[in-house]
């Protein structure tokens, strides 16, 4: 990567929603993102779980994988 396409891959600037907030280090973004767009409540994570996508099998059960 270099020139523009380097400097806007390592900015400091919040992406989340719009949010646009820009921070001296990575770290202080970091803790931005984690304090104020990723919610933490086990309840609200515990949900985000249960709503995961089920998947399905690609392979018949009659296919062996090996030999």
Not at 7 to 26: D, K, R, T, Y
Not at 28 to 53: S, Y
């Amino acid at each position: 990567m270099t020139g523009i396409a380097a400097a806007s891959f390592f900015s400091n600037i919040c992406q989340f929603g719009g949010c646009g907030l820009q921070f001296e280090s990575l770290a202080e973004l970091i803790v931005h993102i984690e304090g104020n767009h990723i919610d933490t409540d086990p309840r609200v994570l515990e949900k985000q779980e249960l709503q995961q996508p089920t998947y399905v099998a690609l392979i018949n059960g009659d296919q062996r994988l090996f030999g």
